[in-house]
């Protein structure tokens, strides 16, 4: 089974910033598994529905729905980690190749090109008016 990041990678790089439980019910599955998990979903861009949850969690009774209660529950805390990891690793990232995607940033001067009223909400810059 080819795996995103290693287990120790996740449960030295990861684990750590993430919250456990202390009380209440204890997972049959380890939390490295289920990281692995959510980081295959966010590789492939496959459907949650679609996520093959037994290649990746050894227990057979989990479903994709206990894979996205964890990542809705430790959503707040991704943010974090994501600029401790590239706080650490800035010197490795080339961000010569980077693609930015900025289709959603507002457009408010030259607005009118795209539609936009500075008393309304924003619009982003892909909104173009239907003319009939």
């Not at 790089?13 to 049959?28: A, D, V």
């Not at 380890?30 to 227990?59: M, N, T």
């Not at 894979?67 to 706080?87: A, E, H, M, N, P």
Request: aromatic share 14%; proline share 4%; net charge positive.
């Amino acid at each position: 089974m080819e795996y995103i990041l290693q287990k120790d990678t996740i449960e030295r790089e990861i684990l750590p910033h993430l919250p456990q439980s202390s009380r209440g019910y204890k997972s049959r599955a380890e939390a490295w598994q289920i990281v692995q998990a959510i980081l295959y979903k966010l590789k492939s861009g496959c459907q949650w529905r679609c996520l093959p949850v037994a290649q990746f969690i050894e227990c057979r009774r989990y479903r994709w729905q206990t894979v996205y209660y964890y990542f809705r529950r430790w959503g707040r805390y991704i943010i974090i980690l994501w600029q401790k990891l590239l706080d650490t690793y800035r010197r490795y990232i080339d961000l010569s190749s980077a693609n930015l995607d900025g289709s959603h940033t507002p457009s408010k001067r030259g607005g009118e090109l795209v539609a936009y009223q500075g008393r309304k909400s924003a619009r982003t810059a892909p909104y173009r008016k239907v003319c009939k």
